[in-house]
T-cell receptor, first 114, second 111 residues
Framework: SAVISQKPSRDICQRGTSLTIQCQVD?????MFWYRQQPGQSLTLIAT?????????ESGFVIDKFPISRPNLTFSTLTVSNMSPEDSSIYLC???????????FGSGTRLTVV | KQEVTQIPAALSVPEGENLVLNCSFT??????LQWFRQDPGKGLTSLLL?????REQTSGRLNASLDKSSGRSTLYIAASQPGDSATYLC??????????FGQGTELSVKP
């Protein structure tokens, strides 16, 4: 299965600033996904990122708040913009299923906004 | 709209006990179902993937079953160990390709 390197693993940020999270995959993948996991909650899909096209956002998430880049088939970034304490969550990237292994996830970015 | 529910929300068992975690989903038109493990503050580790045409999958001490018609899956953990302590998440993949997660079961295995 694909191996995903996600960074940073954690960060503490001031409100009003932005943080960019990176995911690097060790093989070419068609789709990459970004999820948010708020404290004590399950995962919610933010958007799907295909290479060469605009990301598709889920209801409740907008591009101005969560801009996504997908410059090639192995890399994507998610930016959390103009952060507030409500953005404190774990953010995870994932790639489309790799054969029998299903979805693979990065190790997550634990964001705290103060 | 697909909804995934996991019961119980939390479970504490003594070491060595066999246990079952439950997952139910409202729309039986799924592509597959996947069980994950999540350690506190960490990412997800895939445990088992069951295709919609399959009834069960096994990996070591883990066995996952799927009854698509009744909208249920179970994860059976044999001879539990303290290292099994984590949150277990089930997720269904719809025909459209999206993954819908349950709220998870937080498992604690006491030595």
């Amino acid at each position: 299965s694909a191996v995903i390197s996600q960074k940073p693993s954690r960060d503490i940020c001031q409100r009003g600033t932005s943080l960019t999270i990176q995911c690097q995959v060790d093989s070419q993948v068609t789709m990459m996904f970004w999820y948010r996991q708020q404290p004590g909650q399950s995962l919610t899909l933010i958007a799907t990122a295909n290479q060469g096209s605009e990301a598709t956002y889920e209801s409740g998430f907008v591009i101005d708040k969560f801009p996504i880049s997908r410059p090639n088939l192995t890399f994507s970034t998610l930016t959390v913009s103009n952060m507030s304490p409500e953005d404190s969550s774990i953010y995870l990237c994932s790639v489309d299923p790799q054969g029998p292994y299903g979805y693979t996830f990065g190790s997550g970015t634990r964001l705290t906004v103060v | 709209k697909q909804e995934v529910t996991q019961i119980p929300a939390a479970l504490s068992v003594p070491e060595g006990e066999n246990l079952v975690l439950n997952c139910s989903f409202t729309d039986s038109a799924i592509y597959n179902l996947q069980w994950f493990r999540q350690d506190p503050g960490k990412g997800l580790t895939s445990l088992l993937l069951i295709q919609s045409s399959q009834r069960e999958q096994t990996s070591g001490r883990l066995n996952a079953s799927l009854d698509k018609s009744s909208g249920r899956s179970t994860l059976y953990i044999a001879a539990s160990q303290p290292g099994d302590s984590a949150t277990y998440l089930c997720a269904v993949r719809n025909q459209g390709g999206k993954l819908i997660f349950g709220q998870g079961t937080e498992l604690s295995v006491k030595p």
